[in-house]
């Protein structure tokens, strides 16, 4: 079935550094790809997204990446704070009305 | 922007009764649902999908005839845990979208099974 690999599980950073995390899906049909961040006890908040027609979205301090022929896509995190700790899980779907298919999430913690 | 309320946000109940979760789309329509379970610390599992006036589809491993789902008109879907087990402790999260839409999450239903 369709699966997506997300790397790291856990990823501690000092404020003000950036952070990365990868993820690689398998179904070639995939055209959407949003990350969400989950506090403790929260639902998810979608963060940014990004379709495959594009291959790079900003967002403030938030970027993802998308390398359709590889199958990959990143989040880019530059000059972390301490209340981007948190739960961060990427996700893709085909178009219209199928369901979102989330990697096993990545920890977050931004130390002061 | 869209919003999904989805209701309770915690309950605790005792082993083999049944429990209702609700979940609607405040300021649009949904023809699906997706219902998902997330136990501690782990990912966000795809439970069922949920159709409106159809039966809900649901993944491989997810029992049926425990976690029912009835999706009745396009603003509702609820999903009652039948004969709940303490294994069934979990948060359980509704989320809906419209075509070519973001995904958008209620609050999750969080249900401790003594």
């Known amino acids: 079935g369709e699966n997506v690999e997300q790397h790291p599980s856990t990823l501690s950073v000092q404020e003000g550094d950036s952070a990365v995390i990868k993820c690689t899906y398998s179904?070639?049909?995939?055209?959407?790809f949003p990350w969400y961040k989950q506090e403790l006890g929260k639902r998810p908040q979608l963060i940014i997204d990004?379709?495959?027609?594009?291959g790079e979205k900003k967002d403030q301090r938030i970027a993802v990446t998308l390398n359709k022929t590889a199958k990959h896509f990143s989040l880019h995190i530059t000059e972390t704070q301490p209340e981007d700790s948190a739960v961060y899980f990427c996700?893709?779907?085909?178009?219209?009305?199928?369901?979102?298919?989330f990697g096993k999430g990545t920890r977050l913690s931004v130390i002061a | 922007g869209a919003v999904v309320s989805q209701h309770p946000s915690w309950v605790i109940c005792k082993s083999g009764t049944s429990v209702k979760i609700e979940c609607r789309s405040l300021?649009?329509?949904?023809?699906?649902m997706f219902w998902y379970r997330q136990f501690p610390k782990q990912s966000l599992m795809l439970m069922a999908t949920?159709?409106?006036?159809?039966?809900?589809?649901?993944e491989q491993g997810v029992e049926k005839d425990k976690f029912l789902i009835n999706h009745a008109s396009l603003t509702l879907s609820t999903l009652t845990v039948t004969s709940a087990h303490p294994e069934d402790s979990s948060f359980y999260i509704c989320?809906?979208?419209?075509?070519?839409?973001?995904?958008?999450f209620g609050n999750g239903t969080r249900l401790t099974v003594t």
């Open positions: 300021d649009f329509q949904a023809t699906t």
């Open positions: 179904d070639s049909a995939s055209n959407y």
């Open positions: 949920s159709n409106e006036g159809s039966k809900a589809t649901y």
């Open positions: 989320s809906a979208r419209t075509a070519n839409s973001p995904l958008h």
């Open positions: 990004i379709r495959s027609n594009v």
């Open positions: 996700s893709f779907s085909n178009s219209g009305n199928t369901p979102l298919v």
